[in-house]
C-alpha cells in the first residue's frame, strides 16, 4: 500500500494540534487536558483564546504521560507531575544528545 | 490460538483477589515498564504483563478466560463450544486469532449483533523507521512489514499482516515523529482510519553527528595549519567545499558553513560546525624533528602562562 503525502504532519512546533486531536492521540480525556493547562503543565499556544490549539511537540510528551498514567493506574493528580517530569526529561536528553554532537570524537 | 497463561505471567494463582492482581502487575511494571526500566528486554517482557493484566483486571474478561480452561503455554487450543457466542466473540475463526487481540475486541456479555453494528475507529499504528543520515537529507522510502490488528467483518480484532511503503520527506531530525494522517488500521462500520506514526532514527554517520538540523563534524589540523592558516577541502552531504581556516586558529574552534546541515522543512536549512582539533604526527622523521626543536628553541610562546598566576576563582 503506497501512501500519498498531502496529510503527512512533523510532530513538531510547526504542526498543531487541537484539544480534541490531543485528546484522541493521547488516549487522555478533554478534561485531563484541562487540568494539564490549568496547573500550568501544558501550555497552548494561544492560551487566551476560546478554541485551544497546542504544539505538534507536545504531543509526544502528552502520549507518554497517559501512557504512563494507564499503566501505572495513576491517580489524575499525579498526571500534571508525571507530564512536567517528562518534558524536563525531554529537555535535558535534548541538550545530552546536542552537547554529544558537539563534543570531538577523540575526547569520547 | 495459542495460550498464554495469564496467572503465570503475573506471578499469582488463578484464584488471586483483584486487589493481589493488582499490586503484582504494578510490582512488576516499575520493573519492566520502558519508560522506567533499564532491562534492555523490559519492553517484550511489559506488553505480555500488560496484555495479562489487560484481562484479569476487567471482572467479565476473566470470566471469559477463565471458561477458556486452563492449557500448557504456547498450546494451540479452541476455546470450549458456544463460549464465543456467550461473550460475544463470534463462532469461529479462533484458529487464526490472537488472544490479546481476542480479548481487547470483547465488550462484555450481551454486546451480540448490536456490537458488532457498531462503529469503531481504526487502530493507531506506530513504528520506528532507522534512516542513514544521508536519507534524512535527501528524503527516502521506506518499506515497513507490520503485524498489526485490525477488524474483521465481525468487528473482532485480528492480527494481519500489512506492508507499508511511506516517504520520508527530506529533513528529518533524530527522534522526529511523522504522523500519516489516515494511513493506521481501518475504522470498522463507517469508524473513521487510524494513523500511521513513524517514529524517525538516524543511524550513526562516520563524519557528521546531527544536532537537529545542524552538523558537526571534527576538523582535524596540522599545528602548522592551525598557525599559518589554510584552505582545505571538507565534506559535506551535498559534496565537498573548500573552507578557509583563519591563521591562529585554536583548538575547540567551531567554524560554521551556513546552510550546509540537513534541510529544513519549514524555513532554511540547519548549519554544518567543523570543530577544529589540532593533532600531532606520531612519528618524526629527523628533519621534522630538528625543524620542532628549533621552533621550541625560537618561540617565547608559552601555552599555560596562566598557570602562573597559581589559579584560584574563575
Known sequence: MNTDHDDDVWMNDQACVTLEELAALSGLSASALRELVE???????????????????????????????????????????????????????????GMRAQTPRCFD | MKYKDYYEVLGVSRDASAEDIKKSYRKLAHKYHPDVSKDPGGEEKFKDIAEAYATLKDVEKRAAYDQLGKHQPGENFQPPPEWGA???????????????????????????????????????????????????????QVDLNLSVPEYDEHGRLHRVARKFAARIPKGATDGQRLRLRGKGGRGFNGGPDGDLYLHIALLPHS?????????????????WEAALGATLEVPTLS????????????????????????????????????????????????????????????????????????????
Not at chain 2, 487464526?96 to 458488532?116: I, K, M, N, V
Request: proline fraction near 6%.
Open chain 1, 39 to 97: 496547573y500550568g503543565a501544558l501550555i497552548p499556544v494561544n492560551p487566551q483564546e476560546v478554541r485551544w490549539t497546542f504544539s505538534g511537540h507536545c504531543v509526544v510528551a502528552v502520549q507518554r504521560a497517559g501512557r504512563l498514567c494507564n499503566d501505572f493506574d495513576l491517580d489524575p493528580s499525579a498526571l500534571a507531575l508525571t507530564f512536567s517530569l517528562l518534558e524536563r526529561i525531554q529537555v535535558l536528553e535534548d541538550r545530552l544528545r
Open chain 2, 86 to 140: 456467550h461473550f460475544g466473540a463470534g463462532q469461529s475463526g479462533f484458529d487464526e486469532a490472537d488472544l490479546a487481540d481476542l480479548f481487547a475486541g470483547l465488550a462484555g456479555r450481551g454486546r451480540g449483533a448490536q456490537g458488532q453494528r457498531m462503529s469503531m475507529p481504526g487502530e493507531d499504528y506506530e513504528v520506528s523507521a532507522r534512516i542513514s543520515l544521508s536519507d534524512a537529507f535527501h528524503g527516502t
Open chain 2, 207 to 223: 563524519l557528521f553527528r546531527p544536532d537537529g538540523h545542524d552538523l558537526y563534524l571534527d576538523l582535524p589540523l596540522a599545528p
Open chain 2, 239 to 314: 559534496g565537498s567545499v573548500h573552507l578557509k581556516v583563519p591563521a591562529g586558529t585554536l583548538a575547540g574552534k567551531r567554524l560554521r558553513l551556513a546552510k550546509r546541515g540537513l534541510p529544513h522543512p519549514h524555513g532554511e536549512p540547519g548549519d554544518l560546525f567543523a570543530i577544529v582539533q589540532i593533532v600531532v604526527p606520531q612519528d618524526l622523521s629527523e628533519r621534522e624533528r630538528k625543524l620542532y626543536e628549533e621552533l621550541a628553541a625560537g618561540s617565547k610562546f608559552d601555552p599555560r602562562s596562566h598557570f602562573k598566576n597559581g589559579g584560584g576563582s574563575a
